[in-house]
């Protein structure tokens, strides 16, 4: 089985749907079989890069409420966080994330796209880092196993995986996704948001009990198999 | 779109299957969106690395004919392969798969799985080279595009790739073939053999067709959009 997964690095309920997820396929007795691709989508792909704006900011203008107001609704989400073990600080920066969805896609190609993906959450949720910085990316993106020059190398070309993150976000469109977190196991199934573990256990139950495949042509034709190989006419 | 194809190097009807499906593929009005991963299935895990018996010695013996009946069944399919455009020689080796496969797993890590199938297809099918060597393969591997350390690496390390190997092999018994090539569309459709390239275009064109997913959860949980983010209690 397949589990593709939606995601921004600036989005909260991603974050702490991420963790959910893990527990739901933790406690699924077929997780072994089971491959997890991240996919690129980003909440604000009009967000200036590097930009200095605290997100209590950013959410205050955007809700029109004031930044106390904000600040609550901050704490409900950091709750929420915590409930999964998980540090969230509200004084994190608000930028644009294409950069970083660049390395996640470097980080697939070398083997390390999920253990970048938790370091970025990580920096940005947990210890308020300012990911617009190169620097930054760098020492998060070689931590979490990504060769040194191959992060230099995609932070100093903005082309590089630029046509990955992109095609990721069409799929995401043709697939009907508009929002994040979304969740897609072997492209029968659908869930979106940060839904509690166990709805995420119960879905890839549901996808293993229906996993059989639907035959479209017969199994009769031309194919080689323990008995060796159909021949034409024989 | 995701089309999973799982073969041995030694199939013939792989061999022509992925002609035939890629004909089916360039047919395809959506090709642009459809990703192929190669899988591995060893038809005789049994047999012998490196080796020097002929097919059509194998052939004979498999199947209890004479080395002419075996020639006829193998111009049969040469026949078949033509009508690809391909060229096919019946004075080819019989050997073990299973380091060509972990090539292949180091080639799809490397962005270069189709061209290296491609190259051992056509060593193994059109040149008859002796794939039980490992200079052989190390001059295969990296004319196809991996790198050379890479290469001799694998090839130096039994288990380097060994596990991906032996897990698609899993999967191809979980999900029920016996046989190869074996194609699986988005884990929904499967296509046994090497059916004509209209089987392939009009599987392709019903699972775009059929690609709808099904929705397991409520779209409107914890989620992060055009909007913002959903917060517990707003």
């Known amino acids: 089985m397949r589990v593709e997964i939606w995601s921004d690095i ?4 991603c974050y702490i749907g991420k963790a959910r997820f893990e527990a739901g396929l933790a406690a699924f007795a077929h997780r072994d079989g089971v ?7 980003e909440l604000d792909p009009d967000a200036p890069a590097p930009t200095d704006i605290p997100v209590l900011d950013m959410l205050a203008s ?6 106390d107001e904000a600040a609550a609704m901050e704490a409900r989400v950091a709750d929420a966080a915590a409930g ?3 540090d969230y600080r509200s004084d994190r920066i608000h930028g644009n994330t294409f950069d970083l969805h660049r390395l996640l896609h470097a980080g697939k190609a070398h083997g390390v796209q999920d253990a970048l993906l938790d370091a970025l959450y990580r920096a940005n949720f947990a ?4 990911l617009g910085d190169p620097a930054v ?11 040194a020059e191959e992060a230099a190398r995609v932070l100093a070309d903005p082309a590089a995986y630029a046509q990955e993150v992109r095609a990721d976000e069409r799929e995401a ?3 009907g996704a508009t929002g994040v977190p979304f969740f897609v196991i072997d492209r029968r199934y659908g869930i979106s948001g940060g839904q509690p573990a166990d709805v995420f256990r119960q879905a890839l139950e549901r996808a293993h009990a229906d996993g059989a495949i639907q035959t479209l042509a017969a199994p009769d034709g031309e194919v080689c198999g323990d008995d060796g190989c159909a021949v034409p006419g024989v």
């Open 10 to 13: 600036a989005c909260p309920w």
């Open 137 to 147: 990316l760098q020492e998060i993106a070689t931590g979490a196993g990504l060769p």
């Open 127 to 130: 210890e308020a880092r300012p």
């Open 84 to 86: 999964e073990g998980l």
């Open 173 to 175: 469109a043709a697939l």
């Open 62 to 67: 955007k809700y029109r409420v004031s930044r």
């Open 35 to 41: 491959e997890v691709v991240h996919r690129s989508f």
